[in-house]
C-alpha cells in the first residue's frame, strides 16, 4: 500500500500533528512538575518510559506536526497513555480533547498507510506526489494573483517591505527582551482614493508622545525608553512633515499624502524596552517576533538578529498566519497558534552576517540597513545569529512570525 502523498495530504497530516502537540501539551502542564520529566511521567502514570519519551519528544523537540506524528508512540502506546491519564483527577475536558485529537490521529493512520511505522516512513520521504493540473496555478503565483487584485482593491501597494530585528537580553530589567526593529517600505504607490499611510506598530504611546523622533546616523538609543521615529537616510525628503496624527487606540502614526510625488519611500526604528517576556526568566520558554502585511506588498524581506546566548538554547520555526492577532507576552507558544496558520510554508535562512546572503537581497541594502540598527543599538553583530525570511509576494493581511523555542 506504501504511496507517495500529495501535498494537500500533508497539510492535512501537519495540521493533526499540530492540534496534537497543542492538546497533549496543555495536559501535560497539568502534570505535577515531577511528572513532566521522562522518569516522572513513567512513574506517576505507571506508564512506558519510552513512550513516556517520545510523547515529551512530541511536544518539546518536533518544529512541525508532521514530526510530531513521527516522534509520538503508535496508537496502542497513545490509547495507553490516555487510559492512565483518565485514572488522575485532571480537568475532564482536557482529556476528551486529547482522547479526540488521538482518534483523529487513528483515522488518518488507516487513511494513508496500514500501520504508525508506515506512516512516519512516508513522512519521511522525499518525494511529494502532485495530482494538481500542470494549469494550475503555483503557490507564488497564487500569491501574485492575489497581491494584483488586493493592490486595485485598496488602491495602494508597496514594492518592498524590508524589516530587520534585533533580540537581546534586556540590560535594563531580565524580565524583558530589548527589541531593536527598523521597517522600511520602498516604493509605497498610492491612488487618491487609498486609506491614510499609516505605520502600526504593537507598543503603546509613551506619555506625553507627539510627534514621532527624527533619526539620523548619528542617533543613539536610551535603553529604557520607547523609540519610535522617522529614519531620514532611507525615507523620502518631507515624510516627517507629512505626519498628521496618531492613534492611541490602534497604536499607529498617520501620514498625509507627501506632494508631488509618484512613489515614496518610508523608512522607521523602533525600540522596545519593557513590551518582549524574557524566556530565560518566564515558563514560557518561546519568544517570536512578526511583521504584518498591512499593504499589498510584491517583496519581503526579514531579518532577525537573536543574540547568540538566546540562540544557542533555541530551535526556530516560521510560519504565516491569517490576520494579526495579537499574542500574550509570557504565555506564547507556538502550537497555539495552530489554527490560524495558512496552508504557507516560508524558508528560513541562517546566515552569517559577513556573508553576501547578508549583504544584499537584489537591490536592497541589507547589510547597509542593518548596519544603521545595530550603530543605533550601540551592539556588535558578531554576538548574535542572523535568520533571513524572504517571500515574494507576501499574503495581504497575514502576519509572518518567527518562533524561537528556547530549551534551558
Not at 505535577?32 to 510523547?55: E, F, H, K, V
Not at 502506546?77 to 482518534?103: C, H, M, R, T
Not at 547597509?368 to 545569529?385: I, P, Q
Amino acid at each position: 500500500m506504501s504511496i507517495l502523498l500529495e501535498k494537500e495530504d500533508l497539510i492535512a497530516l501537519n495540521r493533526t500533528g499540530e492540534n496534537l502537540k497543542s492538546v497533549l501539551r496543555h495536559l501535560v502542564d497539568k502534570f505535577p512538575a515531577s511528572a513532566q520529566t521522562i522518569s516522572g511521567m513513567s512513574n506517576w502514570l505507571d506508564y512506558n518510559r519510552s513512550n513516556c519519551q517520545r510523547i515529551l519528544n512530541g511536544i518539546n523537540k518536533s518544529r512541525d506536526g508532521k514530526e510530531v506524528l513521527c516522534y509520538l508512540p503508535g496508537q496502542a502506546g497513545l490509547q495507553e497513555f490516555l487510559v492512565q491519564v483518565d485514572k488522575k483527577p485532571l480537568e475532564q475536558q482536557l482529556i476528551l480533547q486529547a482522547q479526540s485529537a488521538v482518534e483523529s490521529f487513528n483515522v488518518q493512520i488507516k487513511k494513508y498507510a496500514r500501520s504508525h511505522a508506515e506512516l512516519k516512513r512516508l513522512l519521511s520521504n522525499k518525494p511529494v506526489k502532485n495530482n494538481l493540473d500542470k494549469h494550475l496555478l503555483s503557490a507564488e503565483e497564487k500569491r501574485e494573483q492575489h497581491y494584483l487584485a488586493s493592490k486595485q482593491i485598496i488602491g495602494s501597494s508597496v514594492e518592498t517591505l524590508f524589516s530587520c530585528y534585533i533580540l537581546k537580553e534586556s540590560d535594563e530589567n531580565k524580565e524583558y527582551l530589548q527589541e531593536v526593529a527598523m521597517i522600511s517600505k520602498q516604493n509605497i504607490v498610492r491612488s487618491k482614493a487609498a486609506p491614510p499611510f499609516v505605520q502600526f506598530y504593537t507598543h503603546p504611546h509613551p506619555e506625553g508622545f507627539t510627534v514621532p523622533e527624527n533619526l539620523t546616523l548619528h542617533s543613539r538609543i536610551k535603553p529604557s525608553h520607547f523609540h519610535i521615529g522617522v529614519v531620514n537616510e532611507y525615507s523620502t525628503a518631507g515624510l516627517l512633515s507629512a505626519y498628521s496624527s496618531y492613534s492611541p487606540s490602534n497604536s499607529g502614526i498617520v501620514f498625509n499624502d507627501l506632494e508631488g510625488v509618484d512613489k515614496f519611500d518610508a523608512t522607521f526604528l523602533f525600540s522596545n524596552p519593557d513590551e518582549l517576556a524574557n524566556p530565560l526568566e518566564h515558563q514560557s520558554k518561546c519568544s517570536s517576533t512578526s511583521i504584518s502585511i498591512k499593504n499589498p506588498t510584491k517583496k519581503l524581506v526579514m531579518l532577525v538578529f537573536l543574540e547568540k546566548k538566546l540562540d544557542m538554547r533555541s530551535s526556530v520555526n516560521v510560519g504565516c498566519y491569517s490576520g494579526n492577532q495579537k499574542v500574550k507576552e509570557g504565555k506564547l507558544r507556538s502550537d497555539d497558534m495552530w489554527t490560524e496558520r495558512l496552508p504557507e510554508f516560508p524558508e528560513l535562512k541562517v546566515l552569517h552576517p559577513d556573508s553576501p546572503g547578508a549583504q544584499f537581497n537584489g537591490t536592497i541594502p541589507i547589510g547597509e540597513m542593518s548596519d544603521y540598527v545595530f550603530s543605533f543599538a550601540e551592539l556588535n553583530k558578531k554576538d548574535f545569529t542572523c535568520y533571513l525570511l524572504d517571500v515574494d509576494f507576501p499574503i495581504w493581511s497575514s502576519t509572518y512570525r518567527i518562533y524561537f523555542e528556547h530549551s534551558l
